[in-house]
Every structure is written in structure tokens, then in C-alpha cells.
């Protein structure tokens, strides 16, 4: 039997870093054990296309035998799924996330998550990715922030593009278990007077994205889909 978890997520769009400091002070006045881990720089390449059964195979021999497991059974009945890269201060992973609701795999507010670190450069990953028959759909440059808040995951992240934005997270390995902890979660958001954003605007903003990355990546602008 193999153990997946499941990243059920809600984010807000947060848009300039006073309101992002006015979250994290919210944060830290409301729960006593409120935890600030540091921040760090991340590249997220978005790949579109291609196999996960081909894309395993590529990857086998940088992969241990448990995330191989994994990853074949993600492979063996995924429907929907999203494939990126990741440098995050010098480490180098390769990230499979699977939709298990209605929403995408890309942007979904529960998802089937799976992620390895590999001992090969962002390059030379990006490189076998490509060649399990994928392309590019789009390059991302970020600053995160990572918190513990009341029994979940928050990350404050300052994102090419989109401006500020806040992830809020917990990790169930029961499928079933998704719409109760989403509640959870958007009660949480209630709390502390952040909106979620909408799925139809996340995906119109990423679609803008998607198709003006180039534009975006590695600087600090910002636009602005409603």
C-alpha cells in the first residue's frame, strides 16, 4: 500500500508587503506558539505535456526507492497533473502534484503531492524533464516566508507577477478528508480578515502569467487581473 499526501491549500491574495507584515503581526498576536522559520528564494519551473509513466523512467536513477514507489502509483492513475522544477537555496527538487477534487492540478485547493530533492543542477533536471516529452509552460521567481500557525503551514510569498500572496496549508493522508480541513482553513483565513482568492481569478492570473513570463521572472513587477 502506498502513502500519499494530500496539500490542501487556500490562498490569499495578499498584493503589497504592508498588508503582508499586517498578516504576519496578526499571526504572531493570535497564537502563542507561532513559529517565523525564515525566508528563502525560489525558481519553480511549470512544464505542460508529456508522460509521468516516461517521466518516472527518466528519473529512476536519481530517485530513492520509495519516492520511485510513489511516483509510479501517481503515474499509474493520475489524471491531472502538474510537473515542475524547483531550486530553493541550492537545493534542487523535482515536484509531481495531482488534483484530487474538482479544482487543477496547478493551482488546486487540494491536491495530491509528491516531491524528491535530486543531486543533479536545476539544468540538468530541467534537461531530462524535457526529454520524457514535456515543454515549457512557464518560469517563476519567488521570496517565501514559511510560518506554523495554529496546527497549519502558512507561507508569505513575494511572487513575480502577483505580488504578495499567502498560501495557508495542511497536510491530510485521507483524500476524504479535504472539504473539512478546507473549512478549517478558510475559518482560520475569517480570523484573521484575509479573503480567499477565488479560483476563476488564480486562474486567469496564471494564465496571463503563462503567457508573459518572460516579462515577469526574476524582477519585481507586478500586474494585476481582476
Known amino acids: 500500500m502506498t502513502n500519499h499526501s494530500y496539500e490542501i491549500e487556500i490562498k490569499s491574495l495578499l498584493g503589497n508587503k504592508d498588508a503582508a507584515e499586517a498578516l504576519k503581526q496578526k499571526m504572531k498576536a493570535a497564537d502563542s506558539a507561532f513559529i517565523e522559520h525564515g525566508s528563502h528564494k525560489q525558481l519553480n519551473h511549470y512544464f ?20 520511485k514507489t510513489l511516483l509510479a502509483d ?3 492513475k493520475a489524471r491531472d497533473f502538474s510537473v515542475r522544477t524547483r531550486w530553493a537555496d541550492g537545493t534542487v527538487l523535482v515536484v509531481v502534484k495531482a488534483s484530487v477534487d474538482d479544482t487543477t492540478s496547478s493551482n488546486g ?6 516531491e524528491s530533492p535530486v543531486t543533479i543542477t536545476m539544468e540538468e533536471l530541467d534537461a531530462l524533464v524535457l526529454s520524457a516529452g514535456f515543454t515549457y509552460q ?87 487581473i481582476e
Request: charged share 30%; proline share 3%; glycine share 6%.
Open 138 to 224: 512557464a518560469k517563476w521567481s519567488r521570496e517565501r516566508e514559511d510560518f506554523s500557525y495554529k496546527g497549519a503551514n502558512v507561507s508569505i510569498d513575494k511572487n513575480a507577477g502577483y505580488g504578495y500572496l499567502a498560501e495557508f496549508e495542511m497536510i491530510a493522508d485521507n483524500p476524504e478528508a479535504a472539504d473539512q480541513t478546507k473549512q478549517q482553513l478558510r475559518d482560520m483565513m475569517a480570523e484573521l480578515g484575509v479573503e480567499e482568492l477565488p479560483q476563476d481569478r488564480l486562474a486567469r492570473m496564471f494564465d496571463y502569467y503563462n503567457a508573459n513570463w518572460a516579462e515577469y521572472y526574476g524582477t519585481d513587477k507586478i500586474f494585476n
Open 109 to 114: 485547493t487540494a491536491r495530491l503531492e509528491w
Open 48 to 67: 505542460i505535456g508529456g508522460n509521468l509513466k516516461d517521466l518516472a523512467a527518466k528519473l529512476d536513477s536519481h530517485l530513492p526507492d520509495d519516492k
Open 74 to 76: 501517481i503515474a499509474s
